[in-house]
């Protein structure tokens, strides 16, 4: 008899990477979660042979029947669509900021789909797709990593309040986005007026900081979770670089003679990005850059064992397949 994995955000980059592989796998269907069944992604999923179903992260009855008849239930939530959500802003409370809004409401979707999960007896994983907690971390140096801080509060509520849910429960900790140049500034190198190249950095250069390929890889770690017993921390990535070489890939790959480093102080880097979201990266990548990656209860991806498999891909495989004249217009 198959089992069922019940993927949230499918038409997402992490939803449609957990779809992709477990369609290969054998033993397993799947069930999307859609506010809309009929949209054109919904569907194309649907003509894969996936069950589309209608629930809302803000309603907690509808994921309930989502998640009916579960075996495994991967857990995605979005912090960014809703700050870019112009009706949002009318929202916010006196004095209360885009990214304090969001922060609230993430928590909320997130506890929502908990208090789903909880109740569903067939359930043998819940695998969160969560980040540390900046935070606690840091000893309350950066106050500004909302999304970060987000997904580390509902991973806290899982764990404090819904005991039975935490006993299945295994967290996803993705890396940075390789894909991220394509949205901030603050992730590529800046073209100078000489032609040369600089790269922003509010950090230590030689640090390393985990780099990942969502959508190609964000399935492999999730089915990997799903395998494996519950009480797994996978930090999921594919290369695991300083910013010295993560340069040295960009100047490969943007085929330059040099890409200077230039080092900036967080207000610096906050203003060079600008928008809502332009403190709440700086602070991250600051941050990030101080995580202690060896700890002996994080999972990495090279130690899953083999008979289970965790394939990634490297960040240099990755740039070499990229288009990149899309910078020109950036």
Not at 46 to 65: F, Y
Request: a negative charge.
């Amino acid at each position: 008899m198959s089992k069922l994995i019940v993927i949230l955000g499918i038409t997402g980059i992490q939803g449609s990477s957990v779809a992709d592989v477990f369609l290969q796998e054998p033993g397993w269907k799947i069930r999307g979660v859609t506010r809309d069944a009929q949209r054109a992604a919904s569907i194309a999923w649907e003509r894969k042979g996936i069950e589309m179903v209608e629930a809302d992260v803000d309603d907690t009855e509808s994921l309930t029947r989502a998640f009916q008849d579960a075996h495994a239930i991967f857990a995605v939530t979005d912090f960014w669509g809703p700050m870019y959500d112009q009706y949002n802003y009318g929202k916010l409370r006196l004095g209360q900021t885009i990214n304090e809004y969001c922060y609230e409401l993430e928590i909320q979707r997130g506890r929502n789909i908990a208090d789903a999960a909880v109740g569903i007896d067939t359930l043998e994983r819940f695998v969160f797709s969560s980040l540390p907690g900046i935070k606690s971390i840091a000893d309350g140096r950066y106050q500004h990593v909302y999304h970060f801080d987000a997904k580390a509060e509902i991973g806290r509520y899982i764990q404090e309040s819904l005991p039975q849910l935490n006993a299945k429960t295994s967290q996803l900790l993705l890396g940075e986005y390789a894909t991220n140049w394509r949205m901030w500034r603050l992730r590529r190198p800046i073209k100078q007026a000489d032609g040369s190249y600089v790269f922003l950095l509010p950090g230590d250069s030689n640090t390393l900081t985990p780099f990942v390929v969502p959508r190609k890889d964000t399935g492999h770690f999730v089915r990997a979770l799903v395998m494996l017993p519950p009480g797994k921390l996978l930090l999921g990535y594919g290369t695991l670089p300083s910013h010295e070489e993560y340069v040295r890939l960009w100047t490969q790959a943007l085929r330059v003679e040099d890409i200077k480093i230039k080092h900036v102080t967080i207000d610096e880097a906050a203003a060079f990005e600008g928008g809502p979201h332009g403190l709440e990266l700086a602070e991250q990548i600051a941050s990030v850059l101080q995580l202690d990656l060896s700890s002996e209860y994080i999972l990495h991806p090279s130690q899953v064992p083999k008979e289970i498999g965790c394939p990634t891909t490297s960040l240099e495989d990755y740039m070499k397949s990229e288009d990149f004249s899309l910078m020109l217009y950036l």
